[in-house]
C-alpha cells in the first residue's frame, strides 16, 4: 500500500510537470496513464519471495507453485528472490524488500537459525513475514506471522517405522542393519526432523547407524558422500538419504561400486530409502525397487501461502503453524501401514 501511494506521488508529479508543458493532449494521455496505473497498483499486493535456493526438484517444484499462485491476474505483483543457498543473500533480499516496502514477506529459510535481526527489521516496518517450509528458530514468535510446511520429524518416523516393519517381515535382526545418514543441509528444518527421526528410531531399535553425513540435498553431494562411505565402511546395507536427489547420487556411487541396490538386504543388496516423491527418476526407481521406501513431502504450497496472505487481507488471524498432510509409498509387500503416534500411515503402492 505504501509503494503504491510512493507510485501515485510521482506519477502526480510527472503529470504536473507534463501538464506544465502546455500540450493538452499530452496531459490528456499522461492522466490516462495515470489512471491505468492508478487501477493496477491499487489493485495488486506486492509480495517478497525469498527462496534458498535451488537444489532440487523438491525446490523447484515449490518456485514453481508460489510464481503460478502470486500471478498478477490473482491480484499479486511477486518479486522473487533466489539465496542461492546463502542465508546472507536471504537476509540481503529481505532488507530490499522493506526498502521496497512490499505489502508481505514471504521466507523460505536455509537454515533455522540467525533471523532475529533482520525479521526485526521487518516487524519495524510493519511487513508481515509469512514463513514457508522450513523453519526459523526466532527468539520471538511474534516476529512471524504464520509458518506453513512439512512435519520433518514425522517423516522420519514414518521411514523409520516402515524399516523396521519391513526388516522385521524378513527376520533381520536390528543389530544388523548397518545404516549411513546422508543428510540435507545442516540446520535446516528437513534436515534436523528427518535426522532427528532416524537417530531416535536406531537407538530404540538397536540399529547400527555408522555415520551421519551432510549431502547438501544435491544429486552431485549425494554421489560424493555415498562414494566416501563405501571407502570408510565396507558392510553398509542401508543408506537413508534425506532426499531423492541425493538418493539417485547415492545409487549411482553404490552401482559404481559394483554393489547392488534393492531391498534383499539378507542377499547382499544395499537398501536405499528416501523422501520428497516428486523427482520423476527417484517414483521411477521406486517403482524398480531401487528406493524401497519414499517418505512423501509436498513442495506444492503456493496456494496456501495464497491463502494465509488472503485470511490476514480480512483481518483474520490463520494458525500460527499449519501443516500438511504427506504420504509414505513403497512397491515392496509385507507393509501395508506404518503407525506412529497411533496414527495409521496406509503405504501407497502407486506413485
Ligand atoms: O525435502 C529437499 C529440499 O526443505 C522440504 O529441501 C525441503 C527440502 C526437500 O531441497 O529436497
Redesign the pocket.
Same mark, same amino acid.
Given at each position: 500500500m505504501k509503494s503504491f501511494l510512493k507510485k501515485i506521488s510521482v506519477l502526480l508529479l510527472t503529470a504536473t510537470l507534463l501538464g506544465g508543458c502546455g500540450s493538452g493532449n499530452f496531459a490528456g494521455a499522461a492522466e490516462d496513464f495515470i489512471e491505468e496505473n492508478e487501477e493496477q497498483a491499487d489493485d495488486l499486493i506486492t509480495v517478497g519471495f525469498s527462496q534458498l535456493g535451488a537444489?532440487?526438484d523438491?525446490?523447484s517444484a515449490n518456485t514453481d507453485s508460489m510464481m503460478s499462485a502470486f500471478t498478477e491476474d490473482a491480484g499479486y505483483n511477486l518479486i522473487y528472490k533466489n539465496g542461492q543457498q546463502k542465508q546472507a543473500n536471504q537476509i540481503t533480499a529481505i532488507r530490499t524488500f522493506i526498502q521496497q516496502e512490499v505489502d508481505y514477506i514471504v521466507l523460505a529459510p536455509a537454515t533455522e537459525s540467525g533471523w532475529d535481526t533482520v525479521l526485526s527489521e521487518a516487524r519495524e516496518a510493519e511487513i508481515p513475514v509469512i514463513l514457508v517450509?522450513?523453519r526459523v528458530n526466532a527468539s520471538d514468535k511474534n516476529l512471524f506471522s504464520c509458518w506453513v510446511g512439512?512435519d520433518f520429524e514425522l517423516e522420519g518416523r514414518k521411514v523409520a517405522a516402515w524399516i523396521k516393519a519391513f526388516t522385521g517381515t524378513k527376520d533381520i535382526a536390528p543389530e544388523d542393519l548397518h545404516i549411513v545418514n546422508i543428510q540435507?543441509n545442516l540446520g535446516?528444518s528437513?534436515q534436523i526432523g528427518r535426522t532427528r527421526g532416524l537417530a531416535n528410531a536406531a537407538r530404540e531399535n538397536g540399529w547400527d547407524l555408522m555415520a551421519e553425513v551432510s549431502g547438501d540435498?544435491t544429486e552431485t553431494k549425494g554421489r560424493e558422500t555415498m562414494g566416501a562411505l563405501l571407502k570408510r565402511f565396507d558392510n553398509i546395507n542401508v543408506v537413508y538419504c534425506e =532426499?531423492d =536427489?541425493m538418493a539417485i547420487g547415492a545409487i549411482d556411487a553404490l552401482e559404481s561400486a559394483g554393489k547392488r541396490v534393492g531391498s534383499d538386504i539378507d542377499k547382499g543388496e544395499v537398501m536405499v530409502v528416501s523422501?520428497?516423491g516428486v523427482n520423476q527418476k527417484a517414483l521411477e526407481y521406486a517403482g524398480e525397487g531401487k528406493i524401497s521406501c519414499i517418505a512423501e513431502?509436498n513442495p506444492l504450497h503456493g496456494p496456501r501461502v495464497r491463502a494465509l496472505i488472503e485470511a490476514l487481507e480480512n483481518g483474520e488471524s490463520p494458525r500460527k503453524f499449519n501443516y500438511v498432510d504427506e504420504k509414505i509409498f513403497s512397491r515392496e509387500e509385507g507393509v501395508d501401514e506404518v503407525v506412529v503416534d497411533g496414527e495409521v500411515y496406509k503405504v501407497e503402492r502407486q506413485f
Open positions: 537444489e532440487s523438491w525446490r517450509d522450513r512439512s540435507g535446516s528437513a540435498f =532426499n =536427489n523422501f520428497d513431502c
